[in-house]
């Protein structure tokens, strides 16, 4: 009877943990592809799809602060858009208030405009809580939800077409990508020079050097955006260069290219422009970019591993690239 008893005890218990355990594993591992469709066939050219997006952006004061056409592999005739907006309170939020500004790296929205031979055009963009998770943490993932439906229902609403849900890239049930060259946020940030001073002054003063730097640059980069905000923590440009869009949708659309759709990988148009972040840490003012490896995983791992292994020069390339253009810069 005792015995009876105890089995029953530890019944209860294991249950019990596989209760919590669960209820964990349903809090904290949804699976979010790092961008989201939100409709397909939807009517009108690419210029006037993206003059409703930004009229329905700034409608809901998000600011646009960018917009730029992809360069898409030789003889590809369809059109890709990207358009980068801000929000001031979603970043106060998104950044603890400034107490951890290096989430800034999850900042902006970029949505793309793209066309397909499969779907007509599409309008998707990033998957607000798959970023809000990794560069913010689990605790505002269920704010980034209501953001992102919202701006999703606004967008639909302005450019009609089909309802389209359909998460996809790389889909992950954790923070961070794994395996080689991923890893951890804020591991991944590659710091390329610091300042001692974190005022408001000073990042603004440092800032003005990273933009010398990129007007000035000779690897062909262009400046996209820049989103300035200093009282909490930090100014954040993105750049982008036509060589390496050709290459980032040619690479992810390896596996999954057909004879009548070449570059699907023209659906990866909203990881551009590339981040480069001068941001307060500290007493210190630091001027920092994303590992490109890991970036690379990030918004490109579905292109699988074979990929990877026949570009491995490619990441560092870039890198090296955007380093010599800010390092140019903050030598004046």
């Known amino acids: 009877m005792i015995k009876f008893i105890e089995r029953k005890l530890l019944l209860i218990m294991v249950l019990g943990f596989l209760s919590v355990f669960g209820g964990s594993v349903n809090a904290f591992a949804a699976t979010y592809g790092v961008f989201t469709q939100l409709a397909v066939n939807v009517p009108g050219s690419p210029s006037s799809i993206v003059n409703k997006v930004k009229s329905a952006l700034n409608s809901v004061h ?5 917009t730029t056409a992809m360069s898409l592999p030789k003889g590809d005739t369809h059109k890709a858009i990207v358009i980068v907006a801000t929000n001031s309170v979603y970043n106060k939020y998104m950044v603890d208030n400034g107490s951890n500004p290096a989430a800034a790296f999850g900042l902006p929205l970029r949505v793309a405009v793209y066309t397909t031979p499969t779907q007509g055009t599409v309008v998707s963009m990033l998957n607000l809580p798959a970023l ?17 439906n919202m701006l999703k229902n606004t967008i639909r609403g302005a450019v009609g077409g ?25 591991g991944s940030i590659s710091q390329i020079s610091n300042y001692s001073g974190s005022t408001n002054s000073n990042l603004r003063g440092v800032a003005k050097l990273v933009e010398t730097g990129i007007s000035h640059n000779s690897g062909r980069w262009r400046l996209v955006y820049e989103i300035s905000q200093p009282s909490i923590g930090f100014i954040e440009f993105g750049v982008t260069r036509n060589s390496t869009e050709r290459h980032a949708v040619a690479i992810d659309s390896g596996v999954r290219a057909t004879s009548a759709y070449r570059n699907p990988g023209i659906d990866h148009a909203p990881s551009f422009p590339i981040e480069i972040l001068v941001y307060r840490d500290g007493k210190y003012t630091d001027v920092s970019m994303l590992g490109e490896m890991w970036r690379m995983k990030y918004y490109f791992s579905d292109a699988g591993i074979l990929a990877f292994m026949t570009h491995m020069g490619m990441p560092g ?16």
């Open 162 to 186: 089909s309802v389209s849900n359909q998460q996809y890239g790389p889909m992950r049930s954790g923070r961070f990508p794994g395996g080689i060259g991923g890893g951890s946020f804020p």
């Open 132 to 148: 809000a998770r990794t560069f913010s943490g689990d605790s505002y993932v269920k704010y980034a939800i209501e953001v992102n």
């Open 62 to 66: 998000w600011n646009v602060v960018g």
């Open 317 to 332: 390339s870039i890198q090296g690239s955007l380093k010599q253009m800010v390092l140019y810069g903050l030598a004046y």
